[in-house]
Protein backbone atom coordinates (compact mmCIF):
# COMPACT_ATOMS: atom_id res chain seq x y z
CA UNK A 1 0.00 0.00 0.00
CA UNK A 2 1.20 3.11 -0.60
CA UNK A 3 -0.14 7.27 -1.28
CA UNK A 4 0.47 8.46 -4.93
CA UNK A 5 -0.71 11.94 -4.85
CA UNK A 6 -2.15 14.39 -1.87
CA UNK A 7 -4.27 17.14 -2.55
CA UNK A 8 -4.56 20.02 0.45
CA UNK A 9 -7.22 22.74 0.16
CA UNK A 10 -7.47 25.51 3.05
CA UNK A 11 -6.05 22.78 5.61
CA UNK A 12 -4.04 24.00 8.52
CA UNK A 13 -1.67 26.57 6.74
CA UNK A 14 -1.43 25.20 3.49
CA UNK A 15 -3.97 27.28 0.72
CA UNK A 16 -3.58 24.50 -2.01
CA UNK A 17 -1.02 21.74 -1.89
CA UNK A 18 -0.25 19.38 -4.81
CA UNK A 19 2.25 16.46 -3.75
CA UNK A 20 2.97 13.58 -5.61
CA UNK A 21 4.83 10.75 -3.27
CA UNK A 22 7.28 8.25 -4.32
CA UNK A 23 6.62 4.21 -3.24
CA UNK A 24 9.53 4.69 -0.88
CA UNK A 25 11.05 7.35 1.64
CA UNK A 26 9.32 10.60 1.52
CA UNK A 27 11.35 13.48 3.64
CA UNK A 28 10.26 17.07 4.36
CA UNK A 29 12.53 19.56 6.00
CA UNK A 30 11.68 22.45 7.77
CA UNK A 31 11.84 23.97 11.01
CA UNK A 32 9.19 24.37 13.18
CA UNK A 33 5.68 26.03 13.00
CA UNK A 34 6.05 25.48 9.02
CA UNK A 35 3.59 22.83 8.33
CA UNK A 36 5.57 19.42 8.34
CA UNK A 37 2.85 17.97 10.75
CA UNK A 38 0.34 19.20 9.14
CA UNK A 39 0.65 16.91 5.94
CA UNK A 40 1.34 13.45 8.17
CA UNK A 41 -2.21 15.01 10.31
CA UNK A 42 -4.36 15.12 6.92
CA UNK A 43 -2.97 11.36 5.96
CA UNK A 44 -3.83 9.77 9.02
CA UNK A 45 -7.56 11.99 8.90
CA UNK A 46 -7.67 10.08 5.96
CA UNK A 47 -7.20 6.87 7.60
CA UNK A 48 -9.02 6.88 10.47
CA UNK A 49 -11.21 9.84 9.98
CA UNK A 50 -9.90 12.31 12.84
CA UNK A 51 -6.86 13.83 13.57
CA UNK A 52 -3.88 12.78 16.35
CA UNK A 53 -3.66 16.50 17.35
CA UNK A 54 -7.24 17.72 18.02
CA UNK A 55 -10.74 16.50 18.46
CA UNK A 56 -11.71 19.61 17.22
CA UNK A 57 -12.70 18.74 13.34
CA UNK A 58 -12.81 22.65 12.50
CA UNK A 59 -9.52 23.76 14.39
CA UNK A 60 -8.09 22.35 10.70
CA UNK A 61 -9.58 24.88 8.70
CA UNK A 62 -7.57 27.52 7.70
CA UNK A 63 -7.81 30.72 9.61
CA UNK A 64 -10.85 32.60 8.05
CA UNK A 65 -11.80 29.91 5.51
CA UNK A 66 -15.18 28.18 5.41
CA UNK A 67 -14.22 25.09 5.14
CA UNK A 68 -11.03 22.33 4.03
CA UNK A 69 -10.72 19.83 1.79
CA UNK A 70 -8.06 16.63 1.62
CA UNK A 71 -7.71 14.35 -1.29
CA UNK A 72 -5.48 11.37 -1.45
CA UNK A 73 -5.01 8.52 -3.86
CA UNK A 74 -4.19 5.41 -2.44
CA UNK A 75 -2.54 2.56 -4.94
CA UNK A 76 -2.75 -1.28 -3.49
CA UNK A 77 -2.48 -4.83 -4.40
CA UNK A 78 -6.60 -5.19 -4.36
CA UNK A 79 -8.46 -1.87 -6.02
CA UNK A 80 -7.04 1.70 -5.55
CA UNK A 81 -8.91 4.09 -3.67
CA UNK A 82 -9.73 8.05 -4.28
CA UNK A 83 -10.41 8.88 -0.41
CA UNK A 84 -11.76 12.98 -0.29
CA UNK A 85 -12.64 14.71 2.71
CA UNK A 86 -13.85 18.21 2.82
CA UNK A 87 -14.65 19.67 6.46
CA UNK A 88 -16.91 22.70 7.08
CA UNK A 89 -16.96 25.45 10.05
CA UNK A 90 -19.67 24.21 11.88
CA UNK A 91 -17.64 20.93 12.20
CA UNK A 92 -19.12 18.54 9.67
CA UNK A 93 -17.16 16.38 7.77
CA UNK A 94 -17.85 14.88 3.98
CA UNK A 95 -16.13 11.80 3.07
CA UNK A 96 -16.27 9.88 -0.30
CA UNK A 97 -14.34 6.71 -1.59
CA UNK A 98 -14.13 6.77 -5.13
CA UNK A 99 -16.52 9.14 -5.21
CA UNK A 100 -19.39 7.56 -3.22
CA UNK A 101 -20.38 9.44 -0.40
CA UNK A 102 -19.70 7.44 2.88
CA UNK A 103 -22.06 7.37 6.33
CA UNK A 104 -20.08 6.05 9.16
CA UNK A 105 -16.43 5.75 9.98
CA UNK A 106 -16.22 1.96 9.78
CA UNK A 107 -17.13 2.34 5.69
CA UNK A 108 -13.13 4.55 5.67
CA UNK A 109 -11.12 2.35 8.13
CA UNK A 110 -9.07 -0.05 6.41
CA UNK A 111 -8.90 2.14 2.97
CA UNK A 112 -5.33 3.46 3.89
CA UNK A 113 -3.60 2.04 6.36
CA UNK A 114 -0.76 3.93 8.70
CA UNK A 115 1.10 3.61 11.49
CA UNK A 116 1.99 6.86 13.12
CA UNK A 117 5.28 7.01 15.42
CA UNK A 118 5.23 10.69 16.74
CA UNK A 119 7.44 11.91 20.36
CA UNK A 120 3.97 12.30 21.71
CA UNK A 121 3.78 8.39 21.58
CA UNK A 122 6.19 8.02 24.96
CA UNK A 123 2.65 8.38 26.61
CA UNK A 124 1.45 5.15 25.45
CA UNK A 125 4.41 4.15 27.93
CA UNK A 126 4.83 6.27 30.91
CA UNK A 127 1.07 7.79 31.06
CA UNK A 128 -2.33 6.67 32.02
CA UNK A 129 -4.00 3.47 30.75
CA UNK A 130 -6.15 5.51 28.21
CA UNK A 131 -3.35 5.89 26.08
CA UNK A 132 -2.31 2.19 25.61
CA UNK A 133 -6.58 1.43 25.32
CA UNK A 134 -6.07 4.12 22.93
CA UNK A 135 -3.49 2.36 20.99
CA UNK A 136 -5.33 -1.20 21.13
CA UNK A 137 -8.49 0.84 20.23
CA UNK A 138 -7.19 2.62 16.72
CA UNK A 139 -4.90 -1.25 15.66
CA UNK A 140 -8.05 -3.23 16.00
CA UNK A 141 -10.43 -0.99 14.59
CA UNK A 142 -8.05 -0.63 11.43
CA UNK A 143 -8.23 -5.11 11.48
CA UNK A 144 -11.58 -5.72 11.69
CA UNK A 145 -14.76 -3.54 11.63
CA UNK A 146 -16.54 -6.20 13.57
CA UNK A 147 -14.35 -4.91 16.79
CA UNK A 148 -15.03 -1.14 15.37
CA UNK A 149 -19.24 -2.12 15.35
CA UNK A 150 -18.51 -3.25 18.82
CA UNK A 151 -16.55 -0.99 20.15
CA UNK A 152 -18.97 1.63 19.48
CA UNK A 153 -22.07 -0.24 20.70
CA UNK A 154 -19.92 -1.20 23.80
CA UNK A 155 -19.17 2.72 24.49
CA UNK A 156 -23.07 3.67 23.98
CA UNK A 157 -24.57 1.17 25.98
CA UNK A 158 -21.70 2.01 28.81
CA UNK A 159 -22.91 5.71 28.33
CA UNK A 160 -27.11 4.74 28.96
CA UNK A 161 -25.95 2.53 31.79
CA UNK A 162 -24.16 5.33 33.47
CA UNK A 163 -27.02 7.54 33.20
CA UNK A 164 -29.20 5.14 34.33
CA UNK A 165 -26.80 4.64 37.48
CA UNK A 166 -26.53 8.75 38.06
CA UNK A 167 -30.90 8.36 39.03
CA UNK A 168 -31.21 5.66 40.48
CA UNK A 169 -33.59 3.48 42.18
CA UNK A 170 -34.68 0.55 43.28
CA UNK A 171 -37.38 0.22 40.13
CA UNK A 172 -34.38 0.25 37.66
CA UNK A 173 -32.85 -3.31 38.58
CA UNK A 174 -34.16 -4.46 35.61
CA UNK A 175 -33.18 -2.27 33.33
CA UNK A 176 -29.95 -2.47 34.31
CA UNK A 177 -29.58 -5.80 34.23
CA UNK A 178 -31.22 -5.64 30.61
CA UNK A 179 -27.99 -2.98 30.10
CA UNK A 180 -25.21 -5.48 31.79
CA UNK A 181 -26.40 -8.40 29.12
CA UNK A 182 -25.83 -5.93 26.38
CA UNK A 183 -21.93 -4.79 27.89
CA UNK A 184 -21.69 -8.07 28.30
CA UNK A 185 -21.95 -9.02 24.35
CA UNK A 186 -20.12 -5.90 22.95
CA UNK A 187 -17.54 -5.58 25.96
CA UNK A 188 -16.63 -9.40 25.96
CA UNK A 189 -15.87 -8.90 22.23
CA UNK A 190 -13.13 -6.34 22.98
CA UNK A 191 -11.75 -7.48 25.48
CA UNK A 192 -11.02 -10.98 23.76
CA UNK A 193 -9.79 -8.94 20.37
CA UNK A 194 -7.72 -7.34 22.54
CA UNK A 195 -6.48 -10.13 24.02
CA UNK A 196 -5.52 -11.62 20.97
CA UNK A 197 -3.73 -8.07 19.76
CA UNK A 198 -1.50 -8.89 22.54
CA UNK A 199 -0.51 -11.91 22.10
CA UNK A 200 0.61 -10.96 18.36
CA UNK A 201 2.92 -8.84 20.45
CA UNK A 202 4.38 -10.55 22.16
CA UNK A 203 4.87 -13.02 19.40
CA UNK A 204 6.54 -10.78 17.07
CA UNK A 205 7.91 -8.04 18.96
CA UNK A 206 10.83 -9.66 21.04
CA UNK A 207 12.48 -10.38 17.47
CA UNK A 208 12.11 -6.49 16.62
CA UNK A 209 13.24 -5.44 20.08
CA UNK A 210 16.60 -7.96 20.35
CA UNK A 211 17.73 -6.43 17.44
CA UNK A 212 16.92 -2.45 18.36
CA UNK A 213 18.54 -3.83 21.78
CA UNK A 214 21.62 -5.96 20.48
CA UNK A 215 20.08 -8.84 22.67
CA UNK A 216 20.28 -7.17 25.81
CA UNK A 217 16.41 -6.57 26.61
CA UNK A 218 13.56 -8.73 26.57
CA UNK A 219 9.74 -7.61 26.22
CA UNK A 220 6.66 -8.97 27.17
CA UNK A 221 3.53 -7.43 27.47
CA UNK A 222 0.59 -8.67 29.51
CA UNK A 223 -3.52 -7.41 29.22
CA UNK A 224 -5.08 -6.27 32.55
CA UNK A 225 -9.02 -7.15 32.52
CA UNK A 226 -11.34 -7.87 34.84
CA UNK A 227 -12.63 -11.37 33.69
CA UNK A 228 -10.68 -14.83 34.19
CA UNK A 229 -11.97 -16.75 31.59
CA UNK A 230 -11.09 -15.55 28.39
CA UNK A 231 -12.66 -18.55 26.29
CA UNK A 232 -15.97 -17.34 27.77
CA UNK A 233 -15.70 -13.24 27.99
CA UNK A 234 -19.21 -12.28 27.98
CA UNK A 235 -20.52 -14.85 30.79
CA UNK A 236 -17.30 -13.79 32.84
CA UNK A 237 -17.99 -10.13 32.33
CA UNK A 238 -21.40 -10.29 32.63
CA UNK A 239 -21.29 -12.53 35.97
CA UNK A 240 -18.69 -9.58 37.45
CA UNK A 241 -20.68 -6.65 36.61
CA UNK A 242 -23.68 -8.38 38.66
CA UNK A 243 -21.56 -8.08 41.57
CA UNK A 244 -20.24 -5.19 41.71
CA UNK A 245 -23.53 -3.68 40.65
CA UNK A 246 -23.95 -2.30 44.27
CA UNK A 247 -20.75 -0.82 44.25
CA UNK A 248 -21.69 0.69 40.65
CA UNK A 249 -25.12 2.16 42.39
CA UNK A 250 -23.16 3.88 45.20
CA UNK A 251 -20.56 5.84 42.61
CA UNK A 252 -23.07 6.38 39.90
CA UNK A 253 -20.69 4.79 37.34
CA UNK A 254 -19.61 1.40 35.79
CA UNK A 255 -16.90 0.49 37.23
CA UNK A 256 -15.42 -1.92 35.18
CA UNK A 257 -15.01 -3.09 31.10
CA UNK A 258 -12.99 -2.58 28.79
CA UNK A 259 -13.01 0.73 29.43
CA UNK A 260 -10.87 0.47 32.60
CA UNK A 261 -8.56 -2.45 30.71
CA UNK A 262 -4.73 -1.56 30.52
CA UNK A 263 -1.58 -3.76 29.74
CA UNK A 264 1.70 -3.87 30.94
CA UNK A 265 4.00 -3.08 29.46
CA UNK A 266 7.85 -5.26 30.98
CA UNK A 267 11.21 -4.87 30.21
CA UNK A 268 13.07 -8.03 31.16
CA UNK A 269 10.03 -8.75 33.62
CA UNK A 270 10.28 -5.05 34.90
CA UNK A 271 7.77 -2.80 34.45
CA UNK A 272 8.94 -0.24 32.36
CA UNK A 273 6.11 2.79 33.83
CA UNK A 274 8.63 2.21 36.87
CA UNK A 275 11.72 1.16 36.11
CA UNK A 276 12.14 2.13 32.35
CA UNK A 277 14.91 4.91 31.17
CA UNK A 278 14.15 7.71 29.28
CA UNK A 279 15.90 5.71 25.94
CA UNK A 280 14.00 2.38 27.10
CA UNK A 281 10.94 4.30 27.25
CA UNK A 282 11.41 5.11 23.23
CA UNK A 283 12.88 2.20 22.54
CA UNK A 284 9.77 0.34 23.50
CA UNK A 285 7.62 2.71 21.14
CA UNK A 286 10.02 2.30 18.37
CA UNK A 287 8.98 -1.32 18.99
CA UNK A 288 5.33 -1.24 19.46
CA UNK A 289 5.19 0.88 16.27
CA UNK A 290 7.21 -1.76 14.22
CA UNK A 291 5.21 -4.57 15.79
CA UNK A 292 2.04 -2.75 14.77
CA UNK A 293 3.50 -3.06 11.36
CA UNK A 294 4.13 -6.77 11.02
CA UNK A 295 0.87 -7.39 12.20
CA UNK A 296 -1.01 -5.20 9.40
CA UNK A 297 1.11 -6.87 7.21
CA UNK A 298 0.53 -10.44 8.28
CA UNK A 299 -3.18 -9.60 8.05
CA UNK A 300 -3.57 -7.87 5.40
CA UNK A 301 -1.02 -9.28 2.89
CA UNK A 302 0.73 -5.51 2.40
CA UNK A 303 2.34 -2.95 4.69
CA UNK A 304 0.73 0.11 5.86
CA UNK A 305 2.18 3.69 5.05
CA UNK A 306 5.04 5.17 7.78
CA UNK A 307 4.46 8.59 9.32
CA UNK A 308 7.32 9.46 11.11
CA UNK A 309 6.96 12.65 12.87
CA UNK A 310 9.83 14.74 13.99
CA UNK A 311 11.35 11.69 16.10
CA UNK A 312 14.84 10.34 14.05
CA UNK A 313 16.23 13.63 16.30
CA UNK A 314 14.69 12.01 19.86
CA UNK A 315 16.62 8.27 19.09
CA UNK A 316 20.31 7.60 19.16
CA UNK A 317 22.48 6.15 16.54
CA UNK A 318 21.37 2.57 17.11
CA UNK A 319 17.71 3.20 16.54
CA UNK A 320 18.21 5.40 13.78
CA UNK A 321 20.15 2.85 11.97
CA UNK A 322 17.08 0.59 13.02
CA UNK A 323 14.56 2.47 11.24
CA UNK A 324 16.34 3.39 8.41
CA UNK A 325 17.33 0.11 7.65
CA UNK A 326 13.65 -1.36 7.98
CA UNK A 327 12.05 0.37 5.64
CA UNK A 328 12.90 -0.52 2.39
CA UNK A 329 9.66 -2.29 1.56
CA UNK A 330 7.54 -0.07 3.00
CA UNK A 331 6.46 3.76 1.94
CA UNK A 332 7.46 6.10 4.94
CA UNK A 333 7.01 9.79 5.05
CA UNK A 334 9.48 11.56 7.81
CA UNK A 335 9.45 15.19 9.15
CA UNK A 336 12.88 16.44 10.19
CA UNK A 337 14.44 19.62 10.76
CA UNK A 338 17.79 18.77 9.04
CA UNK A 339 19.93 15.97 7.36
CA UNK A 340 21.78 15.11 10.09
CA UNK A 341 22.50 11.49 10.56
CA UNK A 342 20.27 10.89 7.41
CA UNK A 343 22.21 11.56 5.03
CA UNK A 344 23.76 8.53 4.35
CA UNK A 345 20.35 6.43 3.99
CA UNK A 346 19.04 9.14 0.75
CA UNK A 347 19.10 7.62 -1.95
CA UNK A 348 18.08 7.60 -5.79
CA UNK A 349 14.79 6.22 -3.95
CA UNK A 350 14.01 8.94 -1.98
CA UNK A 351 12.62 12.09 -2.19
CA UNK A 352 13.56 14.84 0.08
CA UNK A 353 11.19 18.24 0.19
CA UNK A 354 11.76 21.75 1.78
CA UNK A 355 8.63 23.10 3.63
CA UNK A 356 8.77 26.52 4.61
CA UNK A 357 5.44 29.01 5.52
CA UNK A 358 3.00 26.59 4.19
CA UNK A 359 5.09 25.73 1.14
CA UNK A 360 6.13 22.87 -0.13
CA UNK A 361 9.33 22.38 -2.76
CA UNK A 362 11.12 19.53 -4.19
CA UNK A 363 14.53 20.19 -2.48
CA UNK A 364 16.50 20.64 -5.73
CA UNK A 365 14.33 23.25 -6.99
CA UNK A 366 14.74 24.95 -3.61
CA UNK A 367 18.52 25.03 -3.56
CA UNK A 368 18.21 26.31 -6.98
CA UNK A 369 15.65 29.14 -6.08
CA UNK A 370 18.34 30.10 -3.20
CA UNK A 371 21.18 30.23 -5.88
Same mark, same amino acid.
Given at each position: ?????? /????????? =????????????????????????? @?????????? !???? =??????????????????????????????????????????????????? !?????????????????????????????????????? !???????????????????????????? /????????????????????????? /???????????????????? @????????? #???????????????????????????????????????????????????????????????????? @?????????????????????????????????????????? #????? =???????????????????????????????
Amino acid at each position: MYIDYI /YLENFRNYN =NLKLKLNKSTNIFIGDNAQGKTNIL @ESIYYCSIGK !SHRT =NKDKELIKWDKSDCKIKINVCNNRLNKNIQVRISNDGKKYININSIKINKI !SQLVGNLNVVMFSPEDLKIVKESPSYRRKFLNIELCKL !SKKYYYNLVQYNKVLNERNSLLKKWNKN /YNEMVDIYDNQLANFGGYVIKERYK /YIKQLNEKSNIIHKDITSGL @EKVDFKYIT #CINNIKNPNLDFYENLKKNRKHDFEKKTTSIGPHKDDFLININSRDSRKFASQGQQRTLVLTIKFTAL @EIIKEITGEYPVLLLDDVLSELDDNRQKYILKSIDNIQTIIT #CTGFK =NIENYINDKTMVYKVYSGLVKNLVDYLCKEE
